[in-house]
């Protein structure tokens, strides 16, 4: 089993919809919770970083995390073609160990 | 400020062969780290430098390896190429000593065909 387990998708929903990515994970000494951002074609770009349970927020962007279901959220409200993406997930544990998740490919139809 | 360049974008090498890939990290920033992405398996961790030293390993053969100068720019060298090696490569720059506590910056990546 994984220790970061995420739905590889695809997602497609049309312009507008509220959109909601999900993590679970196994290891509890993960503390530091993250959603990362890639464009075809491009690396990986960092959206939202947490490191307590519950809901943070930047613009239409929230990053919900519940460390007692091992479970992490992203919202991505009024949703735009330009969100088309795939999104992954990554927690770290320590110092030495930063783990992502398979990523979530999304498309916004408009 | 220019961001993580890597080169070649794009590498065609058949299987037996070997490869070097460069990253150039954020100027200032002293800390590089690589990841294979392929699409079954996802971002998977390879190595991690901060000055010139490596800190971290991930679970990859010995064919895997790598270095840094003293001028934070990086390498990375594939040998005895297997299909399996086909994948994205990406390098990652970051400020500080740990790459896992900072803000990583991602290059685009190298894509590797391996024939």
């Known amino acids: 089993q994984k220790e970061v387990e995420q739905d590889p998708g695809p997602l497609s929903v049309p312009e507008g919809a509220i959109v909601s990515l999900n993590c679970t994970y196994s290891?509890?000494?993960?503390?530091?919770f993250m959603w990362y951002r890639q464009y075809s074609r491009k690396g990986p770009e960092l959206l939202m970083y947490t490191y307590s349970s519950g809901n943070k927020e930047d613009g239409r962007f929230t990053a919900q995390v519940d460390k007692s279901s091992k479970y992490i959220s992203l919202f991505i409200r009024d949703s735009q073609p330009s969100d088309s993406a795939t999104y992954l997930c990554a927690m770290i544990q320590g110092a030495q160990k930063l783990v992502f998740g398979q990523g979530t490919r999304l498309t916004i139809n408009p | 400020k220019a961001g993580v360049t890597q080169t070649p974008r794009y590498l065609i090498k058949t299987r037996g062969q070997q490869v070097t890939l460069s990253c150039s990290p954020i100027?200032?920033?002293?800390?590089v780290s690589w990841y294979q992405q392929t699409p079954g398996q996802g971002l998977q961790f390879l190595f991690e430098?901060?000055?010139?030293?490596?800190?971290n390993k991930g679970n990859f053969p010995g064919r895997f390896s790598g270095r840094q100068f003293s001028n934070s720019r990086s390498e990375m060298n594939v040998s005895t190429l297997e299909l399996g090696d086909s994948a994205l490569y990406l390098c990652a720059s970051s400020l500080g000593r740990s790459a896992t506590n900072e803000k990583l910056f991602f290059g685009s990546g190298t894509q590797l065909s391996v024939l």
């Open positions: 430098y901060f000055s010139e030293t490596q800190r």
């Open positions: 100027s200032g920033h002293r800390s």
């Open positions: 290891n509890s000494a993960f503390q530091y």
